[in-house]
């Protein structure tokens, strides 16, 4: 089994900062991808910001340029660094973690996510 927990949410100004982590933890082999998500109240899940076990990385078009994800391989977390908030970036951000688990021998994928984290920008 595979834990996601994220912090970091809050309620913050527009044109305000605030940083979002995320880390996994259990019977890990390895990880592939991690990512941040986000839900607004009446719309669908969307995806903010992802990056692979190489580094690469991916960013919503509404994010980008005011976004930073990072990643800190040791820890099994990633960082979401948000900058010029706007309160159209409120919502619940979801930690994804894909990756391997490790039973024994045997090896299986997992996908999992973690509980959300409030954001909340006032104009």
């Known amino acids: 089994q595979v834990q996601v927990v994220e912090s970091g949410g809050g309620l913050v100004q527009a044109g305000g900062s605030l940083r979002l982590s995320c880390a996994a933890s259990?019977?890990?082999?390895?990880?592939?991808?991690m990512g941040w998500y986000r839900q607004a109240p009446g719309k669908q899940r969307e995806l903010v910001a992802a990056?692979?076990?190489?580094?690469?990385?991916n960013y919503a078009d509404s994010v980008k340029g005011r976004f930073t994800i990072s990643r800190d391989n040791a820890k099994n977390g990633i960082y979401l660094q948000m900058n010029s908030l706007k309160p159209e970036d409120t919502a619940v951000y979801y930690c994804?973690?894909?990756?391997?688990?490790?039973?024994?021998?045997?090896?299986?994928?997992?996908?999992?996510w973690g509980q959300g984290t409030q954001v909340t920008v006032s104009s």
């Open positions: 994804n973690v894909q990756g391997t688990l490790k039973n024994g021998l045997a090896r299986s994928f997992f996908d999992s």
């Open positions: 259990g019977s890990i082999f390895s990880i592939n991808a």
């Open positions: 990056i692979t076990s190489g580094g690469s990385t």
